[in-house]
């Protein structure tokens, strides 16, 4: 099934705590992206890559770091988390760079930060 | 600045209507534009594309126009049903960032 996976869907951590998100996606597609969601403000942009060792800062970036070693894979990554980081985080991949498809989104991450 | 924006009054309407959703944007210059369904706690789903040069595109019940004079989007889902009940999201190419900015979408409640 062609679906981009998210871990872990949920996660509580502790100030300065580093931590990782992992995304992975198995439809061969070139861009990827990072999106946080909170109430009120929507949808916003972190990260984003549009083929390996190739990524960008979206909207939010700050207090945020990305990698893109392999296709597949796109991994969120909080040095130091922070509360104001407590968020619904969701990863997105789409077949071209020239975002003419449609994103195939992850099912989630709800991160709190305490 | 670049601004997306749609009711975000939630939309409530009797099974069997047709549902009428806006999205309206300003900055933008926008390639084509595209819409989304979230419902809560889940990632968003793709539902259609529509390019610039494409004043109407229809999936099943689903219909979006897109009329680049007045800068907006409707999206129109006929004879609703109650499963139809979620948020709609239309989003933008920002050519300069490579990246789909969303709008905050509009909330959807079909009644039985």
């Known amino acids: 099934e062609a679906q981009v996976t998210q871990n872990p869907r949920y996660l509580i951590t502790v100030t300065g705590k580093k931590l990782t998100v992992t995304c992975s996606q198995n439809?061969?597609?070139?861009?990827m992206s990072w999106y946080r969601q909170d109430p009120g403000l929507g949808l916003r942009q972190i990260y984003y890559s549009m083929n390996v060792e190739v990524t960008d800062k979206g909207d939010v970036p700050e207090g945020y770091k990305v990698s893109r070693k392999e296709k597949r894979n796109f991994p969120l990554i909080l040095e130091s988390p922070s509360p104001n980081q407590t968020s619904l985080y969701f990863c997105?991949?789409?077949?071209?760079?020239?975002?003419?498809?449609?994103?195939?989104f992850g099912s989630g991450t709800r991160l709190t930060v305490v | 600045s670049q601004k997306i924006e749609q009711n975000s009054e939630a939309l409530n309407i009797q099974e069997g209507k047709t549902a009428t959703l806006t999205c309206n944007y300003t900055n933008y210059s926008p390639a084509y534009l595209q819409w989304y369904r979230q419902d809560p706690g889940r990632g968003p789903v793709f539902l259609l594309l529509i390019r610039e040069n494409e004043k109407e595109k229809r999936k099943e019940r689903l219909k979006v126009t897109f009329d680049t004079t007045l800068k907006q989007s409707l999206f129109h889902i006929t004879a609703s049903q109650p499963a139809d009940s979620a948020t709609y999201l239309c989003a933008l190419l920002d050519t300069g960032r490579r990246a789909l900015t969303f709008g905050s979408g509009t909330r959807l409640q079909v009644q039985p």
């Open positions: 439809m061969n597609h070139e861009y």
């Open positions: 997105a991949s789409s077949l071209s760079s020239g975002l003419s498809y449609g994103y195939t």
